[in-house]
């Protein structure tokens, strides 16, 4: 895309407030320069916070199908410019254009799902009375109002549009606040919301530096939606708390794999390459720790490595690499970090371990190690990084309780031939999503369930009627009819607890009522 086209979106999505700095984004597979973003201020988050409660009440009072209607004309258009959205996140995150694809196949059917489903979740519901007959009761869902979106730079596109589609859906309005990294991205997707249908005001973004921008967001939106690292999420956690605002924490894992006895060997190698290297492991649900059984455990970890080493690095914006560069110098480094440290306290590299200059300046091969223990950095710390180690087991429960031995708790495989071995192992393990024969898609593809951390990992599931009604306030409205809930007017109270505790005690054995 060229820088014309760059700095247009940049102007045309972002509200100005003012003078301000802009700072130049850089492309990870070359260092060049890509573009300039704009440094937003503080009085730039007031003034996109303005703007979308100003546009709320008007968003809000829509027919249901008005808004729907817009994310399935998004739909359609982010499909037909795949493409131009490819070679950005691709520049963006240095990520191989497969793995960018996953991105624009998720927001694709999350913006299809909602847009279906949303107005079925959304609709008031009956409920039980507090006097059969005489209640009639409704749980009825409000929009929370402003909903402020914090997201990170390893899926641009699809965390910054994922959890928005639904708030929006629901009514609210929200304002975005990318990472700086990954921001025109971010833009290049609100720009087509708007070509779609979205009116101007309903979801501004603001580019900037997240410690200023973040907390200056937190401040007066009424809903904080966060994905990104432990550590940031409880800065916002803390923030939610005092201002008594809603929050949904989409944080970090350090994901376990476990491959059965029975296994299928080749399947499950196939799905580690595919869960430990896809974005260059920069995937929140990447698998980092895989556990094998003695068995199987000397074959895997020989056909694991072969893989790796064969997996085609470049920086070609097409569907030729396997893998791609690393997006920053910094998680270059703690990548380096994990694997020296692990080195030199005794682990073994079975592959990789080097950076490759020779294709890009934040190049990392695909890295195996064995011989990982405790007090390592890449024994229990998210890498976050094409780095995973390998270790034995003997039993069944040995396994579960290496997998559950971590302060994380976001995503976890096991494989199996046995699919209800596979379940009834899922079941024991503490992650918010478990694929069995699969290492993350699975679970992530299947919107219709919610899908989230446990642990450290997060709070407030995204997907499936959770990722919708988490950005509404329930309101419950019961209209009473002939007579009161306390004693009617001229009855004497003692005739009314008699009476009462009749009826509670006749509803005890009247199952359809109580
Ligand atoms: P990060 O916490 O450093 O940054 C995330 C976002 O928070 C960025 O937009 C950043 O600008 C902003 N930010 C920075 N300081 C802030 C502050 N004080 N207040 C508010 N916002 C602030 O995370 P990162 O390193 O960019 O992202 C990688 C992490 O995100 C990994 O831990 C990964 O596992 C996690 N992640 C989780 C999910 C999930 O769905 N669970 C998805 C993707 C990434």
Known sequence: MKRERLDQLARQVTLDAGRREWIAVR?????????DIPLAQEADVDLSINRARAAQPGWAALPFAS??????????????????????????????????????????????????????????????????????????????????????????LNLAMTDAIPALLAGNT?????????????????????????????????????????????????YLMFTGSTRTGRLVARQAAERLIGCSLELGGKNPMIVLEDARLEDAVDGAIRGCFAGAGQVCVSIERIYVHQSLYEEFVARLATRACALRLNAAL?????????????????????????????????????????????????????????????????????????????????????ANCSRYGLNASVW???ALRGIRVARQIRAGSVNVN?????????????????????????HGAEGILKFTQ??????????????ARGMDASFHARWMTRLVKLLRHIRVLG
Not at 355 to 370: A, K, N, Q, S, V
Not at 375 to 401: C, L, N, R
């Open 27 to 35: 492309i990870p597979f070359t260092g060049m320069v890509l573009g």
């Open 67 to 156: 808004r729907a209607a817009v994310f399935l004309r998004f739909h359609d258009l982010l499909l037909q410019r795949q493409n131009e959205v490819l070679d950005l996140i691709q520049l963006e995150t240095g990520k191989a254009r497969r793995h960018a694809f996953e991105e624009i196949l998720d927001t694709a059917v999350v913006s299809r799902y909602y847009a279906r489903r949303s107005e079925k979740l959304l609709r008031p519901r009956r409920r039980k009375g507090a006097l059969p007959v005489l209640t009639r009761t409704w749980e009825v869902h409000l929009p929370v109002g402003v909903v402020g979106f914090i997201v990170p730079w390893n899926f641009p």
């Open 174 to 222: 929200g304002v975005l606040k990318p990472d700086l990294q990954t921001s025109f991205t971010a833009l290049w997707a609100v720009a087509l919301l708007r070509e779609a249908g979205l009116p101007a005001g309903v979801f501004p973004v603001v580019t900037g530096e997240g410690p200023l921008l973040g907390p200056a967001l937190g401040e007066r939106v009424d």
């Open 318 to 402: 097409d569907y030729s690499a396997d893998m791609g560069s690393l997006t920053s110098e910094r998680q270059l480094a703690t990548v380096e970090g994990h694997v020296a440290d692990a080195l030199a306290k005794g682990a073994k590299l079975v592959a990789g371990g080097r950076r490759r200059h020779d294709l890009g300046p934040l190049f990392y091969e695909p890295t195996i190690l064995t011989g990982v223990c405790g007090g390592m950095k890449a024994y229990a710390e998210e890498t976050f990084g094409p780095v995973v180690s390998v270790y034995p087991f003997a039993k069944e429960s040995e396994a579960i309780e290496a």
């Open 416 to 418: 199996t031939r046995n």
């Open 438 to 462: 699969e290492a993350y898609a699975a679970t992530w593809g299947s919107v219709d369930a919610p899908i989230g951390g446990m642990k450290e990992s997060g709070l407030r599931p995204r």
């Open 474 to 487: 329930t309101q419950t409205i019961a209209a009473q009819r002939l007579m009161p809930i306390g004693p």
